[in-house]
């Protein structure tokens, strides 16, 4: 997939969900905004121990744009929020 400028993901601390099996979930959110400043495509990608997309999308994401433009979005601007399962990290690579 090629990459699509430079994006980074403002940490949102928080505690621990354990599942039933007390394995911890992982999800990942994608999230597509629309450049302010090109009208270019930005992505995001944030992992998170909860499939519930309110956390994600009431949090402030800074992203920077090839073109120079550097912000912040919240995650409920975004055109498009996925939601994958992503296993637990810590057995992955
Ligand atoms: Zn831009």
Not at 33 to 39: E, K, L
Not at 45 to 57: A, K, M, P
Not at 69 to 78: D, I, N, R
Request: net charge negative.
């Amino acid at each position: 997939m090629k990459q699509i400028g430079t994006v980074r993901a403002i940490p949102h601390p928080g505690d621990k969900v354990q599942n039933m099996d007390n394995t911890v979930m992982t999800w990942v959110h994608a999230l597509l905004f629309r450049c302010r400043q090109c009208s270019g495509p930005l992505t995001l990608q944030v992992t998170s121990d909860e499939r519930n997309v309110e956390q994600i999308d009431g949090a402030l994401h800074q992203l920077i744009c090839d073109c120079g433009w550097e912000g912040t979005f919240l995650g409920v601007q975004a055109l498009r929020h996925w939601v994958a399962p992503w296993g637990d990290l810590g057995t992955w690579g």
